[in-house]
């Protein structure tokens, strides 16, 4: 039998090579169990921010990897290029062109319904809906006409895994939403002054996560240590270093299971910061200090 992949990241790799340390290596810490991993010992990113199988498929009770290599493969590759040049370029468009950011708005959406914790959501979509409820048609080879309500449909829906093709799928039938938007994407610039990287399990953080368009509604995406992606109608002309500390604090608020930081000492030191603080108002908070 052929070998296939296993480790399936969630948070692409390239993605989190943008938080670690000159070593490319970063501390994780367990947030269900409020301690570091292993005292505190240094992983690369490859060790973590994965499911196991996350993204095969079962097909003809075969275990095939191709969404991973292949679709997501494609995708993580064309986007780490963008995140070169954003990481490297001291150019006030960052380096990045018209055409560029609609990919990075793209990949966006494919991050948020990639990450585990929109799993049963999807689940319950595609067996409300069905495939061709979700632009999913499936048509007769020889005559070409679609096919409603097909055994062949009702195999797919009632396969286990079928679930994970409409994880990637998403992105693709809610794109003309991005149409319809009036509010555009923005790369802020910090100075991180000697501040340690941090990123977490749940990276996109959401003004409305209670009733969140990914293509329409406002969201902040720490790129790296020192830019942070912005969607708003109208941002405030300026902003404080400090703001991009409270986007930390938030991350860890909403983390599920694991955070990255390169600073031991960082998360209880933000922990410290605002300990009375609820995750809704913090959120409020931070919005607030960049939007008008």
């Known amino acids: 039998m052929q070998q296939i992949s296993k480790k399936h990241h969630y948070i692409p790799q390239f993605y989190l090579k943008n938080f670690t340390n000159d070593e490319n290596k970063f501390h994780i810490y367990l947030t269900k169990e409020n301690r570091y991993k292993a005292n505190g010992k240094l992983f690369s990113?490859?060790?973590?921010?994965?499911?196991?199988?996350?993204?095969?498929?079962?097909?003809?009770?075969?275990?095939?990897?191709?969404?991973?290599?292949?679709f997501y493969g494609d995708l993580d590759n064309d986007v780490a290029q963008l995140f070169n040049k954003i990481r490297y370029s001291t150019e006030e468009r960052h380096g990045l062109t018209e055409a560029d950011m609609p990919m990075l708005q793209f990949f966006v959406a494919h991050?948020?319904?990639?990450n585990p914790s929109n799993d049963k959501f999807v689940k319950d979509l595609l067996e409300r809906k069905g495939l061709s409820g979700l632009g999913?048609?499936?048509?007769?080879?020889?005559?070409?006409?679609?096919?409603?309500?097909?055994?062949?449909?009702?195999?797919?829906?009632?396969?286990?895994?079928?679930?994970?093709?409409?994880?990637?799928?998403?992105?693709?039938?809610?794109?003309?939403?991005?149409?319809?938007?009036s509010s555009p994407l923005t790369i802020l610039r910090f100075d991180p002054g000697g501040k340690p990287s941090l990123i977490?399990?749940?990276?996109?953080?959401?003004?409305?996560?209670?009733?969140?368009?990914?293509?329409?509604?406002?969201?902040?995406?720490?790129?790296?240590?020192?830019?942070?992606?912005?969607?708003?109608?109208?941002?405030?002309?300026?902003?404080?270093?400090?703001?991009r500390v409270l986007i930390d604090l938030l991350l860890i608020k909403q983390a599920n299971n694991f955070i990255s930081t390169t600073d031991m000492r960082y998360i209880t030191q933000l922990n410290e910061i605002k300990k009375d603080i609820n995750i809704d108002e913090l959120r409020r908070q931070v919005f607030a200090r960049f939007t008008e």
């Open 111 to 114: 991050l948020f319904w990639r």
């Open 45 to 70: 990113p490859e060790t973590h921010f994965f499911e196991k199988n996350g993204n095969t498929l079962i097909i003809k009770d075969e275990p095939t990897d191709f969404l991973e290599t292949d």
């Open 136 to 181: 999913l048609n499936i048509s007769d080879t020889n005559t070409k006409q679609i096919l409603l309500n097909s055994q062949f449909e009702k195999d797919i829906v009632e396969n286990e895994s079928s679930y994970k093709i409409i994880k990637y799928w998403l992105p693709f039938i809610l794109f003309q939403n991005l149409i319809g938007s």
């Open 200 to 243: 977490c399990d749940n990276p996109l953080i959401l003004r409305n996560p209670q009733d969140f368009d990914v293509y329409k509604d406002d969201f902040i995406l720490p790129l790296n240590g020192d830019k942070v992606l912005i969607r708003t109608k109208k941002i405030k002309p300026l902003y404080q270093n400090q703001d």
